[in-house]
């Protein structure tokens, strides 16, 4: 069985949860926090970041959330999420790698600093200068995922991939910690209650962090 | 004809250009400084980011260097460069993961924004202390890069991969703008130096950003 080192508002084990929930693949969860910084999860992965993924039987670590979406989506072939042409696929990654790296450089990651780590390492009142300037950030994505699904039904084109994954995967954790406001974004609010409903999507959203709480509307597909 | 946006200095375009020379495919490099924010260019990506790639008559356009190589390593043959078993693909996006990101973060990124940005684009003086800290982040990387080398013949395994090509990207940027000491680190050096005497690496080791100098060893693969 494999299991998968995460907390439950890290937005790259929530890209790994939503891709294996799809594909139909059993895992144990394993709660981690990266930032304490433990010695047996820095043997692990040197880099100290969830998720991270290990199957014993197999002797299989797998590590980075793209390399492990990848590595399931050559060995799974239930429901392919990279797909399409050559041009398609180079599409679903672009779209995922913005979420991974832009959206999360720009909204989740001071999101989480603030909210999160503040609250529970540093003991210390978040930045509000910070906060504001994430959700604005926020804003300016959504308007360019607005002007995405105006053209398509899907973030990279006709079927759902891994780009809407990874992008929902992002946008649920800035929802939770009440980064998010949806006025004004029909398209992504469509787009984001569909996924809200799908099976693979349930689990994640019941979960809570200690402390932290969620707006009262988080879970709800109807929002 | 494949058209290369990108600058010098861009550690991301020099991975795809070395993935690009292995495999034998052709372009033309145009010249793009993303800091100056033209319009064309975040017309053509709105993340504002190289490398951006063309090819007009197909009417395909590619970005996020990942998202290149992925589609390169796709559709041509020569040289498979994520290769192996599904968990050896696995090993070899994780350190290409690694590289893009976390020595990019600690490493390249302040220097870039030290050495290159605060003299074209501030007309700043560096800052000292951001730029030991660089230093002293590729000294512990490196020792990292050592270990693995005493292992394995190249970063990732038995054979040389793209996780290999984007490590001596981000070096190779690193190195320009004199962030690297490579005292106590023989098996990177060792490594580097095979590298650097490829024909994939050479023309980018000729080239030069305006004002800003490397050092004199820079180009030598005996060094």
């Known amino acids: 069985m494999w299991r998968l080192y995460q907390f439950p508002l890290c937005p790259f084990s929530r890209k790994v949860r939503l891709l294996l929930g799809e594909k139909g693949v059993a895992y144990d969860l394993i709660r ?23 199957e014993e039987e197999k002797g299989v670590v797998l590590i980075d ?3 492990i979406c990848e590595y399931f989506e050559e060995t799974v072939e239930k ?27 720009d909204v989740v990651a001071p999101l989480l600093e603030e909210r999160m780590k503040k609250r529970l390492v540093h003991r210390a009142p978040p930045d509000g200068g910070r906060l504001r300037e994430a959700m604005r950030n926020a804003n ?9 699904l105006d053209h398509r039904s ?47 999507f349930r689990p994640l959203l019941s979960e809570r962090m200690e402390v932290i709480m969620p707006p009262d509307y988080y879970e709800k597909p109807d929002f």
Chains 1, 2 share one sequence.
């Open 79 to 105: 429901l392919p999420l990279i797909n399409g042409s050559a041009a398609g696929r180079a599409e679903v990654r672009r779209l995922t790698a913005w979420a991974d790296q832009i959206f999360y450089r």
């Open 32 to 54: 981690e926090s990266p930032w304490e910084g433990q010695d047996a999860f820095l043997d692990l992965n040197p880099a100290g970041q969830t998720p991270v993924m290990v």
């Open 154 to 200: 899907w973030l990279a084109g006709g079927t759902m991939s891994l780009a809407d994954i990874a992008v929902a995967a992002q946008l649920s954790v800035a929802d939770y910690l009440g980064g998010i406001d949806w006025a004004g974004h029909e398209p992504v609010k469509r787009w984001y209650s569909a996924l809200k409903s799908r099976p693979s």
């Open 65 to 67: 959330s793209q390399a």
């Open 140 to 148: 300016t994505h959504m308007d360019y995922m607005d002007y995405l």
